[in-house]
């Protein structure tokens, strides 16, 4: 007797989001016996695109309400029993695997299952189609909360990227006006140097100009000053010109008798000279022919004091020395040659001092009239030395006065022209004082623009730091927004590839 039976087979898939049974019932037609095969692994990915099965319809069976369809796929035979397998589909699982897969959910086939009868087949079908309807609703809310989730991730990188466009626009205005503050700094201490410098210089014009002032002023008292001693010095010169004069008249009329005295005395003088130079001649002669007389009596005296010893030592040796006779003889001839000589000089010295007193004598009434002439003229010279004494007292009051006028005249000619040079110097002072001022005035308004550029130029980067700052806070708080949502999305993400390692690792 054969036995027949029938072994229904049904797909099985594997799901990202979880495993799942892709088959439809199995009908069994008419044997007790089913047999199920293993399933297969899992898929690792789920965002992976399914695979597709194909199979060979031998045969279709009867469709369930749910348009389910058995298609035989072998018949085996084995003593009395067939066994016949055919694998059952379903529209159904159909659609959940196509929605699944459109969902983007990744299904692939595995080993087909065994059951044992329709209903266990059927089961198994709709088991599988809630799990898929299941994994496709996980995927779909992971998707739309993915997308949520890149959106916001997207929005923050525009909102980052539109501040950082902002911030660089903010940034390169800052810069300009930084450039324009910086340039603005530069002209203002340029300005502030320049104005420093042109002080300085009218300070010191000014200085000099206030030393001039007081120099003027003090060469103006100092010249009043000197006019009334010029005033006073030419009074005096005129009060003493007058005595000059009058002493100067009394002076040249004593001045004749006293020449007339000088002209008398010269003569008398010259008469006392000659008369002098005469005695002095003779007294000269005198002195000379005495000298000559004390010379020659000397050798006189000597010879006869040889002669009085020759004529001892001639009595004495007479007898025995005729050399000694010779000797005396020799200075007996001396003796008289030289007496002969005083006798011939101590004329000419008689002759001398009879010329001397005659010398003496004239020199005497010489003397006598030059006295007389003398203390006539020592009179005269007296009245004359009197008279010139006043003279030169009031020569010299005189001349102090005109000293004392040309002194004032030249003080006075200093002080004007020390005035003059100051004048010229407090003009030149004053001339150089208004240009440094008008200097000092130009310079003062290019730094006092200088400042108002500064101050402007302060305000507008102070603005355009307070706007930069503003940026920078929106930047930043744009780029917190977008850290946060990125570091959300990471997360999210990161949880997403875990669950998917975690599946893939399960079903490994």
Not at 95 to 119: M, R
Not at 383 to 401: G, H, I, L, P, T
Request: proline share 1%.
């Amino acid at each position: 007797m054969e036995k027949r039976s029938q072994r229904f087979s049904i797909r099985k898939y594997s799901l990202g989001a979880a495993s799942v049974l892709l088959g439809t019932a199995v009908v069994a037609l008419n044997g007790p016996t089913v047999l199920a095969d293993e399933t297969a692994g899992n898929s690792a990915s789920g965002t992976s695109q399914p695979t597709s099965s194909t199979t060979d319809n031998i045969g279709e069976s009867s469709a369930t309400a749910d348009q389910e369809t058995a298609s035989v796929v072998s018949v085996e035979r084995e003593d009395d029993t067939t066994t016949v397998t055919s694998q059952v589909t379903s529209s159904t699982l159909e659609d959940a695997k196509a929605n699944a897969e459109q969902a983007g959910v990744q299904v692939e086939e595995t080993e087909p299952q065994f059951q044992p009868s329709t209903e266990a087949a059927a089961a198994d079908n709709q088991a599988q189609v809630q799990e898929v309807k299941a994994a496709t609703e996980a995927q779909k809310a992971a998707d739309a909360d993915y997308a949520q989730k890149q959106a916001e991730y997207e929005a923050a990188v525009k909102a980052t990227e539109a501040a950082i466009v902002t911030n660089t626009q903010i940034q390169a205005d800052n810069a300009v006006a930084q450039a324009a503050y910086e340039q603005a700094q530069a002209a203002y201490e340029a300005d502030l140097a320049q104005y420093e410098k042109t002080k300085a210089q009218y300070d010191t014009a000014k200085a000099a100009y206030e030393a001039a002032v007081a120099e003027k002023a003090q060469a103006d008292a100092r010249n009043a000053e000197a006019k009334a001693a010029y005033e006073s010095a030419l009074q005096v010169y005129k009060d003493e010109q007058t005595k000059y004069e009058v002493a100067k008249s009394f002076y040249e009329s004593v001045k004749v008798a006293h020449e007339n005295a000088i002209a008398t005395n010269t003569q008398i003088q010259a008469d006392n000279a000659a008369a002098q130079a005469a005695y002095e001649q003779a007294q000269a002669a005198y002195q000379a022919a005495q000298a000559q007389y004390e010379q020659d009596k000397a050798a006189y005296d000597k010879a006869v004091a040889d002669k009085a010893a020759a004529e001892a030592q001639n009595t004495q040796i007479q007898a025995d020395n005729a050399a000694a006779q010779a000797t005396y003889e020799q200075a007996q001839a001396a003796y008289q040659a030289a007496q002969a000589q005083y006798e011939q000089d101590k004329a000419a010295y008689d002759k001398v001092v009879a010329d001397k007193a005659a010398a003496e004598a004239q020199n005497t009434q010489i003397q006598a009239d030059n006295a007389a002439a003398q203390a006539a003229y020592e009179q005269a010279q007296a009245a004359y030395q009197a008279a010139q004494a006043q003279y030169e007292q009031d020569k010299a009051a005189y001349d102090k006065a005109v000293a004392d006028k040309a002194a004032a005249e030249s003080q006075n000619t200093q002080i004007q022209a020390d005035n003059a040079a100051a004048q010229a110097a407090y003009k030149q002072a004053q001339a150089a004082y208004q240009a440094a001022q008008a200097q000092y005035e130009q310079d003062k308004a290019a730094y006092d623009k200088a400042v108002a550029d500064k101050a402007a130029a302060e305000a507008q980067n102070t603005q355009i730091q307070a706007d930069n700052a503003a940026a920078q806070a929106a930047y930043e708080q744009a780029q917190a927004a977008y850290q946060a949502a990125q570091a959300q999305y990471e997360q999210d993400k990161a949880a997403y590839d875990k669950a998917v390692a975690d599946k893939a690792a399960a079903e490994a």
